[in-house]
């Protein structure tokens, strides 16, 4: 669908499209727009309904906040609004609002790009691919390694592969791995270490 006329939407892109590539910012596009009250939904319009590929902070680390970028002149299809508030909670509260794939925690200091933590969902399998919005295929990823992740494929690793990997590590960052856990799973921990200890006080000839 194009954007035809002289209305905002109609400049943000035409301005956009004359900056390809290039970072502006939200007072460049607020004035490209004839200073229109709601220049940054017609922005959302032009990302989500119409298919441009433009770009904030919320997409890339090396953006900060207020900057965009039309990555590319091509229209895809437009976004679909798959997937609901319930999903997007249920995620989160499953994934204990931690990047599955770094460990970074929403807020905290990032150490990849030195700016706090913003979680995003994830698919498993890309939506391109044929993946679902359904929860079992989203997860938790912070902005820096949704990038990374994007259109690729990564199987799930079972406990055994995860144990192999903490195996090899030496054994202080074994205990970062155990202190992690234990935050993110408090109450399994104490079930757990009360049964190991129950099962340690037990006589030896029951």
Same mark, same amino acid.
């Given at each position: 669908?194009? #954007?035809?006329?002289?209305?905002?939407?109609?400049?943000?892109?035409?301005?956009?499209?004359?900056?390809?590539?290039?970072?502006? #910012?939200?007072?460049?596009? +607020?004035?490209?727009?004839?200073?229109?009250?709601?220049?940054?939904? +017609?922005? +959302?319009?032009?990302?989500?309904?119409?298919?441009?590929?433009?770009?904030?902070?919320?997409? +890339?680390?090396?953006?900060?906040? !207020?900057?965009?970028?039309?990555?590319?002149?091509?229209?895809?299809?437009?976004?679909?609004?798959?997937?609901?508030?319930?999903?997007?909670? =249920?995620?989160?509260?499953?994934?204990?609002? #931690?990047?599955?794939?770094?460990?970074?925690?929403?807020?905290?200091?990032?150490?990849?790009?030195?700016?706090?933590?913003?979680?995003?969902?994830?698919?498993?399998? &890309?939506?391109?691919?044929? !993946? #679902?919005?359904?929860?079992?295929?989203?997860?938790?990823?912070?902005?820096?390694?949704?990038? !990374?992740?994007?259109?690729?494929?990564?199987?799930?690793?079972?406990?055994?592969?995860?144990?192999?990997?903490?195996?090899?590590?030496?054994?202080?960052?074994?205990?970062?791995? =155990?202190?992690?856990?234990?935050?993110?799973?408090?109450?399994?921990?104490? &079930?757990?270490?009360?049964?190991?200890?129950?099962?340690?006080?037990?006589?030896?000839?029951?």
């Amino acid at each position: 669908m194009a #954007t035809r006329g002289n209305g905002s939407k109609a400049k943000l892109l035409a301005y956009l499209q004359d900056n390809v590539g290039k970072v502006v #910012t939200s007072d460049e596009l +607020r004035e490209a727009s004839g200073n229109a009250s709601e220049w940054g939904r +017609r922005i +959302r319009e032009l990302r989500d309904e119409q298919g441009y590929n433009i770009q904030s902070h919320n997409d +890339r680390s090396d953006l900060a906040p !207020g900057q965009y970028v039309l990555a590319d002149n091509t229209q895809r299809p437009p976004r679909e609004r798959g997937i609901s508030k319930e999903t997007r909670a =249920l995620v989160l509260d499953r994934d204990g609002f #931690t990047c599955q794939s770094c460990g970074a925690v929403a807020g905290e200091i990032n150490p990849h790009d030195g700016r706090p933590t913003r979680l995003q969902l994830g698919h498993w399998i &890309d939506k391109s691919q044929g !993946g #679902t919005d359904d929860a079992h295929n989203l997860r938790v990823l912070c902005s820096v390694c949704n990038e !990374g992740a994007a259109n690729i494929t990564t199987a799930r690793p079972d406990h055994e592969k995860l144990l192999a990997q903490i195996r090899r590590s030496p054994g202080s960052e074994q205990i970062k791995v =155990l202190e992690k856990l234990l935050r993110k799973y408090p109450e399994e921990s104490a &079930d757990f270490l009360q049964s190991v200890n129950a099962a340690k006080s037990k006589p030896e000839n029951e």
